[in-house]
């Protein structure tokens, strides 16, 4: 997207400082530099996109979201503005709708909320998702009206490939499931939901739980792997 001189120059000049062990007493005037980078694409959108280098498709995924936008949400968390709350959840509703492929209305999104690119997300009203939430959008997330994430939940959507022993897996690439939450439920602080699940209607998955197949509606799944625990569903007349 743009002339990757800068951040190279600026690469190189930190190595030379690191080398010489001149950091300390350049590091402000270091840190300048990169605020100016920083600035220029707050400015410009000019931002240099990072190679794949493990044939995952993030390259070709980014380029295919709104960056500038991406890449202004992620910057604005790591700032103090990102902490006070009312202001930031409103703001970021304002980017999620421009972000995501679909947001609902009255969603709550806490800070360090990541994901890939948010053009495969589809989230409904009244979700919340709490601090550190990771969202990995290489396929489609879909989660339901109302539903909640605890601080640290992980929600993924691919594998790798292990049958191409030409490669180590890591560099093998990736495939890409869709990945479903089910609505008024909640998923469980350091939960995480494996790629292609469907995890059911009012149904919980306790925290630090790794899911690994489907959840059925109603019920309440704990552990590593997550198996049901009870069903909590409302009486038959």
Do not use: C
């Amino acid at each position: 997207m743009t002339d990757p001189s800068r951040e190279n120059d600026l690469i190189s000049e930190f190595s030379e400082l690191v080398s010489d062990d001149t950091l300390p007493e350049s590091g402000d005037q270091f840190m300048a530099k990169v605020s100016a980078m920083v600035d220029h694409f707050y400015g410009t959108g000019e931002f240099k996109v990072a190679e794949d280098a493990l044939k995952g498709g993030d390259k070709a995924l980014a380029m295919d979201s709104h960056l500038y936008y991406v890449m202004f949400w992620r910057m604005f968390d790591k700032t103090p503005a990102s902490m006070m709350q009312d202001f930031a959840i409103n703001l970021r509703r304002v980017l999620a709708k421009k972000v995501f492929k679909s947001v609902g209305e009255g969603v709550t999104i806490h800070h360090g909320v990541l994901f890939n690119s948010g053009k495969n997300i589809t989230i409904g009203d009244g979700v919340f998702l709490n601090r550190n939430v990771m969202l990995d959008d290489r396929g489609p997330v879909i989660i339901d009206d109302y539903t909640g994430l605890a601080a640290g939940a992980i929600i993924e959507t691919h594998s790798h490939i292990m049958d191409d022993f030409n490669e180590p897996i890591l560099y093998g690439g990736r495939l890409a499931h869709t990945t479903k939450i089910g609505g008024a439920g909640l998923i469980g602080y350091n939960a995480v939901v494996l790629a292609g699940v469907t995890v059911g209607y009012r149904a919980i998955v306790a925290s630090n739980s790794v899911v690994t197949k489907d959840v059925p509606d109603y019920h309440v799944v704990g552990g590593v792997p997550a198996k049901s625990i009870k069903v909590i569903a409302p009486e038959q007349d």
